[in-house]
């Protein structure tokens, strides 16, 4: 899989199936995204929107547990 989580339409459900480690900082924030049905169809963008989260802050968070896993 070619995705990079930056990618704007990348929907969730294929970011969680991508980078399952990613899946706590959503669960840290109590956001329900994970395994929610619209996950396929919404976005890092959408959901920021949603819980009122800074979303370049979110989505340096998401890059950080992805490195920190790839080590």
Known sequence: MGADIDEPD???ARIFERWPEVAEAFLERRMLCVGCPVAPYHTIADACAE???DEPAFRAELRRIIVRSNR
């Open 10 to 12: 990348l929907p969730l």
């Open 51 to 53: 819980y009122r989260l």
